[in-house]
Each structure stands twice: as C-alpha cells, then as structure tokens.
C-alpha cells in the first residue's frame, strides 16, 4: 500500500517538522529553481519552526521572509510558479488560507484549465492546521474540504514524519498546485524517516492496520487516534481497518471500497467540521458505489462539532473526536448497535 | 526622542484634569501590572495557548483612549489587553477569560487574541492581522448613519499596514468621511520581521497621502504626544470631517508571543528601549508638573499590583464553562437543527 | 411543508430578481437601519440588474456603491452590523466571495462564539452564483458548500422568486450571518409572488413534487432540472419525489429522511462540484441516520465535473447536470440498474 | 490636453525606426477592428458570454508593449483584446477562442475573459479585478532569481486599484525591486463608479508614493507619452532599479461590457472623449513627422479589416471542443482519479 518511491537512505528518527525541513532541504539543495516563501520563516524559523535555519543555509533570495500579505504572496508564488520557480508557500496558520483563496481557487487551481492546457502551476503551499494549541476559533480550523472541493488543486494530509517528508517531495515532482495541510499537534512527534530522496505517492491512502469487522477511515491526526483506538478495540475482539486517507484531492477510491466490500461497516473520522467535512465525501462515495451492497450497517461519521473552536481546553478537546469517542462509535457500529 | 523641553507645559497637563491624568497613569501601571502577572501564570502553566504582550506599548493604548466615552469604540488588537483596560474593561473579567472560565468576558471561549469588551465600546481583539480594520470602518459608518455622534478608534500593527484590509479600509474611510481613526502602533516589527523589510516607506504614516487623509507619526511612549494626536483626530472625526491615521512609534519589550526565541533582535536594542519606559517618563511628568508625588506614584503602583494579584486568584477560582454548552452561541438563537 | 408565515398580501407575477428587489423594497422602507453595499448597485443598478432603482429611492447612503474592494466591503458589512445597522451585501458573482472570506468566515461566523454570546452579526449577503451564462471559470461557481461548512453561517439557495423573496425577509429577521446563494440563470424566471412581507422559513425544504418510487434531492436550479425530470419520469410510471434543499446550513434533514424513508432510494442533483458538494452530505446524513435501512440502494449523486467551468457553451452543459442525465440517473436508480 | 506642440519631435518618433513606428499603429488599428468586428459578431449572436471592449485605448496597450520583447511577460486584465495583440498575438487563435473554438489560444475553455498567449509573453486575461497583479510580481520575481533579463508589464485598471491585491503587490515589488511595471488604465470608471468616487486620491499614480516608487500621470490616448514613459519604466526594471507606476488616462467609449445600459456618464462625455481617439492622433503624428503618408494609412486600416474579416471567417468554420474532452487540462498528467 505505502507505494513509497525506492528508498536508498537509512532510517532516521525525525520529527513530523524536522522531516519536513529535510525535504525542504534536498529539495532547495537539488533544484536552483525552488524557493521557500511565507511569514517569518528566515532568521525566525517559522511560527512552529518548520523552516528552522534554511535561511541560514541558502539565504534570504532562497527562504524569503515576506511580509505580512497573504493574498499577495499567495499570488506571488503563483506568478513564480508560472514562469519557472518552484515556490513553497508557508501560511503560518491554515486559517489564514481565507485571505488568499482568490489566488489560490481562482487562479492557481484554474489557469491551466482556462488556458486550455497552455500553462502549469507548480506550486506547493504548506498550511499548518487543527486545534488542541489552546489558540481558539481563528488559530485552529481544518479546512481542507474547501479545497478537496476544488478541481485543479490536489490536497494531501500527512499523519506520519514520513509521510509529510514524501508527501512534501512529491508535490514537488508535480506539475500543478498541491496544498499540504500539516497537523500543527503533529510537529513534535517523532518517527522513522529515511534519508535521501523518497516520494510518497500523492492520492494513495495508507492501510496502517489490517481487520476485518469495520473499517475507519480518518484523515491526519485522526488517523493516529483511529489507531490507538484500534488497539483497545482489538481487546475487546473488534477487528478494525484502519485507513489513513493520507490525500483529500483525489481520495484514494480503490483503498477505501475494497476495506468496505471486506469489513462491511465504515466509520469516518475527521477533525473538521462534520458537515461537509471530509467524512462527507468518503460517505458518499462509499454509499453510491458497489460496495454499497457490503454494507451490514450505516456510515457512521464522528467529525468536528457545530461550532468554532473555544479557548477553554476542556471544551477544545470536547468538540473534536477523541479516541474514546472513536471506540464507543467502532464498538456501537461494530456490533450492530447503530 | 527627548522628553519634553523643561518650561513647556505638555499638551496632557494643559488638557486633561489632574485626576484624568492619575487615572491614566493608574491604567498604564494596571496595564504592565496586568501583563507581568499574565506572563507569570503562563509560565507556571496556569494560562494556556499563547499571548502577545504589549509591555512597553502602555502610553499608546491609554493616550489613544483619553477622549473616548463609553459610546466611543475600538477595535483592538492580537496584542490587545493594553487597549481592553484603556478602554474601561476590569481585571477581574479579564484574567477570568484567560483561564477560560465562563466568569471572563468570552465566557472562556474567546482568550487572550479574543478579549472584548462590547459594553465598554471594546469590539474585540483579533487574531487576524488587519481584521479589525474593515470592522473599524464598519463601526463607524454605523455611527455616521445611525448619527450616534461616536468615532472608532482602529488599533493596528506596522506588519498589518501590508495587509490587502488596510488599503481598502482606509480607502473607504477616507471617499465616505467617517468617523475612525487609524491607530497604527509600530512596534517595528512583525513577528520577526524589521518594517525597513516588509514596508516601502519609512513611516507607516507617510501611507496616509495615499488616502488623502492627515497622517502623523510620533513618539508613541509619549503619553502626551499620543493623546494630543488622537485627540486632534477625534474632533476632526466628530466634526465629520472624517479620517486620519497616527502612527505611534513604540516597541515591545517582550518577545512577540510566548513561543518567540528572539532571533531577530539584539539585547542592547532592546536595553535601549527598555530605557525608553513610557511609564515612568509619564509618572515624571505628572510628578513635575505637580499632578502627583513620587509617594503617591508608588502607592498607586502597589494598589495596582493588589488588584491584579486579586484578580488572578478570583480567576483561578471562578467556574468552568460545562462541557456539555462547547456548542452554545454559535447563533443567537439556538436550534437543534444546527448542532 | 412550506410553511410561510402569514401571507397577506396579492399574488403577483414577478420575476426573481424582482422579487428579491421588492424584499429590499419593503427592508428598506420598514427599518432605517437596512442598507444595501455592494459594487455598481446603485446607478447602475447592480450586474444583474437585482437593485435596480432603488438608490434613486432613498438615495445613496442608502444603497451604497462600494469601491471594488471585497475583503474591505466585507468587513465593512461585518462591523455595521455589529454595531446597529442590517447591511444587505451584494457580491457582484460569488467567485469574488473568496477574496472576503476572512471576514466572514473567520469574523462573521465566528464573532458571536469568540466573544461568549456577546454580540450577534445580523448580516445578510447576496450572492449571484452557477454557470451557463459563458462566463467561464471565474465567473461560474457554485461555491455554497464552502459556507455550508461552516459553523456561525447560514446558508439559503431560492430556487424560485417566492422563496427569493420569503428567504431574504427571514435572512434580515435572523439575528445571524445569512448568506443567499442566488443563480444567475433565475433571475429572470417568473412565477407568483405574494406582495407585501412575508418569510420563508431557514432551515425548511419543500417537497416540489411527491412521489413514491425515489427522493431526487436537490439544490437551487437543480430543483427546477429535477421537478421536470420527474415529469418525464412519471410518463415512463416513475413516481419521483422533488425535494428542493432551499437551505443548505442547516440542512433539513427531517424532510429529506422522512422521504427517504418512505421512496427508499436518494438521488441528489446538485450543480457544485461533486466532490465535497452539497450531494456529499446529504448522502451521507442519510446513509448515516435510521433512514439507511430503508434503502433498496445506493445513494446515486449527480454534481458538477471534476473541472473549472468552460466557455465554450457546450462543454459549460457537459459539466453540470442537466435534465436527461437525471432523468437516466434516476430510471436507472429506480429499476435497480443501479 | 493639446498635441505636441509643432516644432517639436515627439519622443515616439525620435526613439523608434519608422517600421516600428507603422507596425505600432497597424497594431492599434487592429485592435479597434478587432474589437468592432468582435462587437458586431456578438450582436449577430455568434459569439456568446460578455465582452469587454477597449475601444479608444488602444494607445496605452500599444505603447506600453514597444519596448518589450517576446521573454518579456504582461498580465491582463477582462479588458484585455488590446494587450494581447500589442503583445503579439495573432487574430485567427483570439477569434477562434472568442468562438470557442478547439483552434483557439485557450482551446475554447477560456474566451474572451480568459485570452492568452503564453508563447508571446501574455501571461493572460484574468476575470477577477485586481487578480493579476500580484502575479505580475510573481513573474518579475522569477525574472530576477533566474536571471532572465526580462520585465514583467501588469495592466489594471483605475477600479482595480482599490483592491487589497494592488496594495499588497505593490508593495512586495518595491520591497524586493523586481522588474515590474505597473501600468494603471484609468478610463475614469471602474463599470459605473468614477473614480472620484471610488478612490480616495484624484490621481491613482499619487499612490505610488506610498511604495516609495516613482508615479506618473499622463496622457493615456497619447502613444508617444506612454511608450516614453513605458520605456523610462522598462529601462529602470532592466537595471535593476526597481518598480514603477505609470497611469494612462484614457477612456472606453464603449459600455463596461455588453449589458450596460449607459446610466452613469452622458453622451457628451463619451463625445468628447470620441473626439480624442487615440488612433487618428496616432495617424497624424506619423503623417506630419513623414513617417507614412495619409494613404498608407487607409491602406493599412483597409489590411487590417481584412485581417479581421479572415480571421472571422476562420474561426466561423473551426472545429469545436469534444464534450468528452471537457475535463482535460485541469490536470498536467491526466489521471483516472481525478474525474
Ligand atoms: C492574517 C494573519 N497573518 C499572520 C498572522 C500571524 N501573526 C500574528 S501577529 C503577527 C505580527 C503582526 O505584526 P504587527 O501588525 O506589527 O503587530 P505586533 O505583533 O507587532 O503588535 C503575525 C504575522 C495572523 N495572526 N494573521
Ligand atoms: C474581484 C472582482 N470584483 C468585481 C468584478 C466585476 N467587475 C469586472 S470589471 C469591473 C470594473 C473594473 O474596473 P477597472 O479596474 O477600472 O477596469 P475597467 O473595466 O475600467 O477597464 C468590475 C467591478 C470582478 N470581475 N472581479
Ligand atoms: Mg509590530
Ligand atoms: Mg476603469
């Protein structure tokens, strides 16, 4: 499944951040043509010192501090990337996204399209996202439906320091505009991460664990805690798949209806808001496919609350799935409680 | 920039009656009290999420609100307590809603980057960079229409200056005539960023020709500089003779937020500004000019140092929000079909 | 299930664009504090022609021309309705929504939460929106699934001149942030109206058309598409049922399930995009609620192409529904081809 | 605004040959007949959508492409037939777009709002206001890391400078002196709102003061002001000097697009500003200084109503778009999964 491209290197603990930055590395050490853009990534390091010292490194016309105009820079790095860079684009909170969703949605996204194929944009943007930092409803969105809605992007959702290193380095090979969201909650946790050049498939999702009674699938994060939830389910004699979608534009179709057409129950985990987050879509396409007839159950979907995201820790946490949230929902569905 | 040339009498003496010009002080003092005791409880993990102090900034909040009433409005700020107690809010309310109790003026869902004070005319601070400029320019067209005869008050950064909303706020400002004034407190940086790197002109002010409004910028640690300024543009604003932007050159003393690893600026840079204290430069001021004494400066500072230490244990105790309301006030009117 | 307040007045024929300017008429007449902002509303008359003459009618401080600044407009909106008035906001196309949506996602829909209750933004916005005027990419969106998602919003789609009118009344009675996604393709499209002031209730799906054999559920103009589609269905001896959404935040789940419950079998037809569109949740609240027992099959989704839209006129039809595709969509759902 | 006073030679016909001289006014003429002829098919209900004519223009999109060469990039704006051609592009590919065609520059999936032609430097129309500038910068920042030499042209126009866009653009071109040049089409109205209206400032060029850029105004429908200016610009950008704005004003004497209904400005404007056609002034200019005769003019004029009445024709009997081909080109590498 994890159709990683052949991995040379050894393994190394990184964290999630420090991997992304060895991307970042071999990709501004490999191609003159990359840039890094974004709000206080120089002498700064990024607000969650993703860029660390690359400045130091490759210097200022390389790790470009820009000031603070999310739209223009958005549009810069699309005018670059237009004309031959090959700019990474840091929003320092994916929240900030709003600001410059023209240039991405209407321009980025469409102008080969409109161009009737005359043109590629080969951008990659970085978009640290998701609660639990205590920095409440402005700080702590998860937007990636809005551009998994979006044709001509493509968005991808690492949950694993290898992942976000591959991940990072394929969009990099790809010709057109690729988002990254990356779990803020994520950046410190470590994992092993080869060396040297790798990609890991963009559209691909990730079974991180075989089973057979019901199937989770769960994006960034939330892949994580459908793990360890899988775990104290397995005490308990459920069996569950655990798919880690790893790219919202295009979901891997193919992953998830062959778990289904196996398990029989589907259970979608996603931190956004539940509706029309991500579960949305992983639903439906389930519901209207030949798998469909698998099903021994409803889709069950455990998504963000109905509400912006509050300061208060203890209700942060309440209005995002949980892993005991997951197991009572994988239990009820499991045993054909719902 | 030196302090006042002895036998003038600053603007703020001449002004405002000696127990307005105790009361700003007292709010400087309370503002800085208020701060140190808020990084304090961050730093023995008694406040969570992160918080941007405006130490160092105090004469900038308090000398911008002097001319205010209650009516009056403000939109504040990411770095914003120093404007919600300028503006009249009370301590207690305050730390309440950095421990995020339901007792705090979010009821605890807001925090730090959300503090408001709606009843005191304090629209709320922002966590977005330039958010609060359109919604400024939205307040007082309100004001205009509904002919309520109050201005607004715009708080803003240097860094916000480059924002896509400052251009088009003030512009709106400025063809419409409303009441507002633009207050950019330039702290020279952004972040990490010096504004000789993000900002063309040299002074933030020197933009408000692009907008057909006055601009000024001064010594934003002079409390009577900023009041003098502000207050000019208020009446200009009350007269209906519309906006202006005043630029206050300040700095902050702390870090930008608490995560800050100060890479980007040097010690005695920052020894400099230290130096540059605006409160004591006002407590000299109201010292000399016979406003206070040096023993009342020092009683005023240990009564506010007594209301913030209250403040925090009142805090500390007050309840929680209930887990079971995180969906409460989402809309004004509550229905089930929206949860 | 249309469940209008009390409707006093005449019916009269009137278009939708004028019916949406006669519920800006009586807004405007009854309570000092509505204003209208947008681009080109006032001589002009709007883009597409829905303010009229209004500013000749009270005036320009009135119905205000703002200059072409989204974002500021916006936010401008946001704070005079913050602050005492009921700003009416036009956006000249929705495309151009995405240059403010800070201000009212990350203001408008939040504002009220971050600040504890404290203050409401009674705010409604206009939105023209949908293809088919070969107005290409940048000018043909449908966009409503973004606001959808978002918590603190509301989100009305009239997909006739009544409900234009009775929903944009009941947007400036709610103390909240309403946005209308109104299509472009309507505006010239007749039917009755009653004069005078009356509401049309957020949140309440109509049911166009009972019928037994399947639920076609869809938004917008795709509720006109599918009301005649039935049409040809019922010659054919397929019984359709046409619920039109006409709310998408919140999303009328009872009227849907209720039908679905009864049909056993859910189309949706929507003109957004279809991945992550409105279709996506209404499949899966369904597939997700007591209803999924009563399915005899898969929840078959009509939505846009995964594709920017095109100018030339005949591709613009390709890429979002039209009336055979559901009318095939649903035969075959119905027979069980599916 | 009078004619060059005799006597002396106007800079156009001093800095260019007399090839370039004729083949600019051939450009401007057949921009005018483009535009006719793209009005009149419209009318005929060949051509469907909108459009957004620049007729009495033609100047500014002229002389501002004289200096530039095919590396050289423009951005565009809805109003861009001019553009493109004075960049070069060919009229059987822009009718055969317009037609919607599979022939055409953008295959038919972009029309008139969408015109391009990368292969010249048109980086493209763009159908949001204000939407190219900061791509423009973006392009001119490629130009300095990769060393090209080349300078990025972005046209706007005076509505477009009220936009979040224009200011954030401006700004980062200053700050980092890329090779832009920011050419302002003010035709007094940004659709129906004039500009004193809309913009805080009577001139949009007095903005640039605040990008700490120089600013000039002129005379848009004078060819020989705007490739001197243009030119002064490009010189600048190529030494690596940095940003200029330059304002052209000028006027459409169309409507905005092809639904407006002329409430907004009376037929005496339009009169006026008809009588200060670019494109005989041109004409003359090139008469009286013995460039051409007033015959090789009409026979140009005629060439090019040829040119356009051929490319009609063309793009009539094009093949069109395969439906099955409507989801091509979203993607550089077509994928299954992505439909
Ligand atoms: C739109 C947006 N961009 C970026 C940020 C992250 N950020 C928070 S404060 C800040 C610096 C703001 O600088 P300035 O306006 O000068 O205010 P100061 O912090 O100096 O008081 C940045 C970049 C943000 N909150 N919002
Ligand atoms: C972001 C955005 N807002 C509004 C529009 C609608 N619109 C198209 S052209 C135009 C006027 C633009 O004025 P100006 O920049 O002066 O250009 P002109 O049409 O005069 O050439 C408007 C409002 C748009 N296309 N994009
Ligand atoms: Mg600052
Ligand atoms: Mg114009």
Chains 1, 3 share one sequence.
Request: with cysteine; proline share 5%.
């Amino acid at each position: 499944m994890n159709a990683e491209s052949s991995v040379r290197g050894e393994v190394h603990e990184l964290s999630y951040a420090e991997s992304i930055r060895d991307a970042m590395d071999i990709a501004l050490g490999s191609d003159e043509r990359v840039v890094l853009m974004g709000e206080d990534i120089g002498v700064y390091g990024g607000a969650f010192q993703v860029t660390g010292s690359l400045v130091h490194k490759y210097g200022e016309d390389r790790v470009m501090d820009t000031p603070i105009s999310e739209l223009g820079g958005a549009g810069v790095a699309v005018g670059a990337a237009l004309t031959g860079l090959r700019p990474i684009f840091e929003f320092q909170f994916s929240d900030f996204s709003t600001l410059a969703m023209e240039q991405i949605v209407n321009q980025a996204a469409k102008l080969r399209y409109m161009l009737g194929g005359a043109v590629s944009v080969p951008l990659v943007m970085r978009l640290p996202s998701g609660s639990g930092t205590g920095a409440a409803a402005q700080h702590s969105q998860s937007l990636e439906a809005w551009y998994g809605h979006v044709p001509g992007l493509k968005v991808a959702q690492p949950s694993t320091p290898r992942d976000a290193k591959g991940l990072l380095l394929a969009a990099l090979e790809d010709p057109d505009p690729v988002l990254i969201f990356e779990h803020k909650l994520l950046y410190k946790m470590k994992g092993p991460v080869p060396s040297g050049y790798y990609t890991t498939p963009i559209g691909k999702a990730a079974v991180r664990r075989e089973g057979t009674d019901l199937t989770i699938a769960a994006n960034s994060i939330m892949a994580l805690k459908a793990e360890e939830a899988a775990k104290t389910l397995a005490d308990e004699g459920i069996d569950a798949e655990v798919i880690d979608l790893r790219t919202v534009r295009p979901i891997d179709r193919e992953t998830v209806l062959a778990s289904v057409r196996k398990t029989g129950r589907l259970l979608c985990v996603y931190e956004g808001v539940k509706t029309l987050g991500v579960g949305a879509e992983v639903s439906a396409m389930v519901a209207e496919s030949d798998a469909f007839d698998f099903l021994d159950g409803p889709i069950v979907r455990l998504g963000g609350a109905e509400c912006p995201i509050p300061y208060n820790p203890k209700l942060e946490e309440a209005v995002v799935p949980q892993v005991p949230a997951i197991i009572r929902a994988a239990r009820d569905l499991a045993n054909g409680a719902i | 920039m030196p302090d006042t040339p002895p036998g003038n009498t600053p603007y703020a003496v001449r002004a405002y009656r000696p127990e307005a010009l105790r009361e700003a002080l007292r709010k400087m003092l309370l503002i800085r009290k208020f701060e140190e005791g808020a990084e304090e409880c961050y730093m023995r993990g008694l406040i969570h999420g992160t918080m941007h102090l405006s130490i160092g900034q105090e004469a900038s909040a308090v000398g911008a609100c002097m001319s205010l009433g209650d009516d009056d409005k403000i939109t504040s700020t990411h770095r914003g307590h120093g404007h919600c107690l300028a503006k009249g809010a009370g301590v207690d309310k305050m730390f309440a809603e950095f421990f995020g109790k339901e007792t705090g003026y979010c009821r605890g869902r807001g925090g730090s980057m959300h503090i408001a004070d709606v009843a005191k005319g304090n629209l709320g601070a922002n966590g977005i960079v330039g958010g609060g400029l359109p919604i400024a320019v939205g307040s007082a067209l309100s004001a205009k229409r509904l002919g309520t005869g109050a201005v607004t008050v715009c708080f803003f950064g240097d860094g916000a200056n480059n924002e896509g909303a400052f251009h088009e706020a003030l512009n709106m400002a400025s063809i419409w005539k409303l009441p507002v004034i633009f207050v950019c407190e330039n702290n020279r940086y952004g972040m990490s960023v010096p504004t000789e790197r993000s900002t063309a002109v040299k002074n933030i002010a020197d933009r408000a020709i692009a907008y057909a409004m006055p601009g000024v910028t001064l010594d934003g640690n002079d409390f009577s500089a900023v009041a003098e300024a502000v207050d000019g543009a208020v009446a200009r604003a009350r007269a209906g003779d519309g906006p202006s932007l005043i630029e206050n050159v300040t700095y902050r003393t702390r870090g930008h937020s608490r995560s800050d690893r100060n890479r980007y600026r040097s010690r005695q840079e920052i020894a400099l500004w230290t130096e540059r204290d605006p409160i004591p430069r006002m407590a000299k001021m109201l010292v000399s000019h016979g406003v206070m004494t040096e023993d009342d400066v020092e009683k005023m500072e240990a009564a506010a140092a007594d209301e913030i230490a209250s403040g925090i244990e009142a805090a500390r105790s007050a309840p929680e929000p209930g887990v079971e309301d995180a969906t409460r006030d989402v809309y004004t009117v509550h229905s089930e079909a929206m949860e």
